[in-house]
Each structure stands twice: as C-alpha cells, then as structure tokens.
C-alpha cells in the first residue's frame, strides 16, 4: 500500500471514529474534545497491530496546523461573533488578550525558572519565556461546548471566545519574537527594545492589513452572487489573508525594515469585518449555509487536531516520566500564572467601571476554565529542531523538553479542568437564570402549557385519537398549567416592568425577521437595511440591559468623519439619499410595524398570557406601533407626492413579489415530478419576460 493511500485510509479512519465519539460523549458525560484525545491514547497500542498500522500515517505538522487548521478554527469563531457585543466588551476582551497574555507569559518565565532550578532542572530563563508565550494562549473549544450544555451566560462566552481569539495574536507575536533572541541571542535592552517595537508593529500591522482583506473579499462577494461563489469567498478570505500576512513578514521590506504582520489578527479582523459588513453582501439565503459550511469545517478541523493530539503522545522522545517533578512545577506556575491575567486586570476593570462589571464567579470561571489546544502544539512545532542555546545543558534537545511540557499541560487542563468544569459551573452558579431570564422562564412554562392545551383540543375531533388518553393528558397537562399559573402570579409584583420589555424584544425579533424577508426579496437595499437594523440592535441591546430603548439617533450626526470613510470605502452609511431608496426604506418600517400589530394583537388574547391584567401594556406597545406605522405611510405619502415617478417603484415591487411567488410555484412543480426542468426553464423565461417593465 503506497504512503499516499495510507494516509487518505489514516484520514478517514479518523474521521470515523471522530463521529462515534462525537456519538458516545454526551451519553458518558464527558467533553466532546477530552474524549477525542483519550480515543487518540486508544489508538497508540492499536496502530501497533500490523493491520492498522496506517493509523498513524496522518499526522500533525506545523504547515497542516498553521496554514489549514488554524485559519479555519480563526474565521468559524470570529464569523460567528456579534461585533456590537465585542465592542461592548472590548475592554475586556483586549485586556485580557494583551495585558492578561503578557502578565502570564511573564510570570511563567520568571516563577517557572526558578521553579525547575529547585527541582534540579537548569533551563536558561529566555527558554522559559519561550514556553510562557505559547502555553499562555487558551483554547475554548472544549469550553464553550459546555457552557451551551449548561447555559452559561451569553456575556461570559462572548469574553472567553473573544479572548482566545486576540490573545491567540498576542501570544503568536510574542513567541516569534522570543523565538528569535533564543536562535540570535538576547543583547540587552537593544534587543528588548527592538522586540517591543516588532511585537507593536505586528498587532498594528495586522489590523490594518486584515481591515484591507476583510474590505477586498466583502466588495468580491456583493458582484458573486451564487452561493458556492460567495462560500468559497469566505474560504478564500480566511486562508489568503492568513498566507499574505506570512509572506510580507517573511519577504517585504519597507526602508530596509521588514514589515511584521500578524497573520492570526490579521485573519481575525478579516472575518469579524465580513461578519459585520460583508454580511450584508451575502445574499440571504446563503447566510444558513455559510453558517453550516464552516460549523462543519470547525467540526472537522477540531476533530482532527484533538484526537492527533492524543496520537502525538507517541512522538514524545522525552519520558513525562522522567520530567514530572518539572511537569508539576510548570503546570502549578502556568495555573497562578492564569490567576493572575485574570482577577488584577478584571478587578482594574471593574475598578474604573470602563465597562458593566464582571462578577467575581465569572472571575473564578476564567481563571480555571482556560484550557490550551491547537496554537500551542503549532507554536512547538515551528520551533526548529536544531535550536540550542549556550547555558543548554540537557540531554534532550530544547524542542523535545518544550514539546513534552507543552503536551503535559495540555493533558492537564483537557483531563483535569475540563471534566471538572460542569462542577465549577454549579458551584459559582454560572447558570443560574439572571435578568430577564427568571421572568422569561415562568411566562414561557405557561405559554408552553398553553399551547400544549389547545392542541389536545384540537385533537378531540380525530376519530384515530383515543379518548382516554387524551382525557388522562389534558389532567395532566391542566395541572401543570395551573402550577404554573399560579407560580407566575406569585411574582407578577416584582416583573411587571420586565414583562413590558419583554414584549419589546418580542416586537423588535418581529420586525427583524420581516426587514430580513424584505431584504431577501429585494425590496429593501442595503443601506435602508443596514439603517434600521442598526437601530433595532442598539434598542435591543439597551432592552436587555433593562434601559429604556428610547435613542435619540440625532445625536448620533457628530460622527461625521466616520460617516464620510464609510462613504469613500463603499461601505453603508445609514444616509438615504435617493428619494426610491427613502420609499422602500418607510414600506418596510410600514410592513415591519403592521406583522408587530398583527402579532401583538393576536398574542395580548392568548390565554397563556392573560395573567398579568397586562391589557394596559399591550395596549401601549401597540399604540406606539401604530403611531411608527403612522409615521411611516405619512413620509412615504409625502415622498409620492414630491417624486410622483415613485409609482412606477410600487408597480415594479408588485411584479417581482409575483415573479418570486411563480417561481416557487414552478420549483413545487418540478419537485412534484409534474413537470420536467426543460418545461421549468421554458416557463421560467415566459414569466420573466413578463414580469418586466413595459411588458
């Protein structure tokens, strides 16, 4: 068997046993990635067996982690993050990413040193600096899996993921830089100085060059309008900013200076500048699939490296056995390492009241929920086997001594903290309902209850349905309703208020999901989408915080200057100038408010609801629909009056909402099997042809 098919057969294997494992994980109540690296321990005695010793063909080499893995498990985190909620964080993201990593990578260098010089391990203290920088990047896979499992709140995730995501950056910079006084040598405050100046440069340049892709690839994907073009776009965006990056820090020169990019930053605003303004570029439809695309590409990527992380135990040339009293050491230094980046920098935070305040259980979480993965094993890995230092006096080279450290601590957090993660949840009470959860919690169990009443009902005319076991569901599910009922009265005094604003944020996901049809269907361009999204995010974001979600957009003109560079860049500026584009902008605010009353009127006599004599505050989210409703047809009206050929707009708008629903019909057609897709396209062409102006 050629060494090529042994791999392709290595790769499948392992993907195979990926699935069963992803199967057999939440059935033993153990982490999905914890898992992977116990099946890849498995598989070590078993590829000594002749027949299945291909298994270990495929394996992890820096190229395959950094230019393929890494840019994948990069664009899939970062696509899916909200960038209004990052910045809302931002302090605490970018404290954490950069003050948190640099304090750890620190204190590991200076306590780890001496920490092996007492257990009689002699390490140069620039070598321990080179394991602080790599070892100080989390990884939240594993984490963040359980937070979903244990509903962790969303704010709390939101850090965590979006820490790992820039201290991954940091922690990179850092390294290389280490990396390389370790092959040139440290000569003083030179070299100190001159690292600072790369590490800055990095972090700058990085930014700048990943606004620049994440601008090209967003402009690409507005003239690529078919799904698997616009998919493919995003692929190309993560893995070509990431390899760009590369090479202008490896080749490009500016003054006789080389330029340093970072690659992991520079892939990361790439795709957080996608997610946000490139995602309008995508057409609607394709928004799902870009979501499973790359969940299942992260799926993969992530499987892959877990369980090759439990194979790689067999590359170890260096016995864990013979290094424990250091293993010890080190993982002990790397845990105080990570109480320190996380309870100064978040007390500072909360101190100065930058932003809202992170509780001290939140604190306790991050400190022993920071688990180390894939960036670490790839850092080790680009670290050259040749690489020596003078005070090195080891048997074993440099590479294996870290190597072997790296794989330790990594072993550590993934069998030791996160199994004990579901515990440390409970413990701080991480889960328990906050906000307006505790009211979402009661009125929703009603409102389940309710419906689930009405539907028994509805069931009482089938002659197929038994009759007494309908008669014994409705006893039951008519006592747990009025469980219910009764527990939601008891506390009607304390969220009257809250209810109101629930029903806010109802009304505001009513009016996003029609706003996003219209979009879909065309019949609301970008800008005027982009306009009242934005809108609807901020009021939604104050909602949540239990603020009124009365915003005075006027106020907003001073950001003029911004405005203008979103204008020169192509980007959407919330200005509506063209009086067609105002028209479609007020319809759709009309639309959007109608589907809120039409809703809203429908739900305030569902007797789920009816609990809270809340007849005063539906009446009053109504009024103020029907007043928003009002507003708009009135503008829109003015709008017709002064551009009379504004008309034509509303009869071309009636044609395309026919020609989308013919060609629904058609697909119905041809998926039925009534017609064939040579009669489909004939069809297709004569119903265009007719939908357009003047036919």
Known sequence: MSSTVQIILSLLTLLFLSIIT????????????????????????????????????????????????LPILIFESAYNMNIRRIGENFGAISALAIIGLLVSAFFIAFAGYWGLKAVGVDTPFIVVLLFGALISATDPVAILALFKDFGAPRRLALIFEGESLFNDATSLALFLIVLESVSAGFHGAASALQGIFIFISMLFGGTVFGFMMGWFFSKLLQYARHEHLQITLTMLAAHTTFLLAEFISHSLTLMGKPIHVSSILATVITSLVISSYGRFKIMPQVQTYMVRFWGYAAFVANSLVFILLGLLFTTLSVSLLDILPALAVIILVVMVARALSVYPVIGLLNTLHIEQPIPRSWQHLMAWGSLRGALAVTMVLIIPDTLSHPEWKQAYSIKEFILALTIGCI??????????????????????LQGLEPMEYLEGKLYVYAQTLLRLASLYDQPHVDKDALQALQVKYTGLYQAAYSELSRNTHDFAAIFARVLRIHAIGIEKRTLKELYASEELTESAYHRVLGMLEVQLGMLEQGLSCTVDFKAMRGKRHWMRLRQYLGMPTDRLIDPAEKYLYYRALT?????????????????????FEADAIFSKVLEQYQEYEKQSVDKAAVLLNKFPALETRQLQILEQELFQSQTLSLEELESSEVITSAVKSVLYGELRQQCKPGS
């Not at 914890?34 to 299945?52: D, E, Q, W």
């Not at 957090?413 to 991480?430: D, H, S, Y």
């Not at 809703?599 to 006599?605: N, P, R």
């Open 591 to 611: 639309i959007s408010s109608q589907m809120v009353i039409t809703l809203l009127s429908q739900l305030a006599v569902h007797p789920g609801l009816r609990v």
């Open 22 to 69: 992803h199967l057999a994980a939440p059935k033993i109540r153990v982490p999905y990635s914890v898992l992977l690296v116990g099946v890849g321990f498995l598989l070590i005695p078993l590829s000594k067996v002749p027949a299945f010793s291909y298994i270990t063909s495929f394996q992890l080499t820096s190229e395959i982690l950094f230019f393929i893995f």
């Open 411 to 432: 072993y550590f957090t993934l069998f030791i903290k996160a199994t004990t993660m579901n515990g440390a949840i409970r413990r701080f009470r991480i889960n328990e």
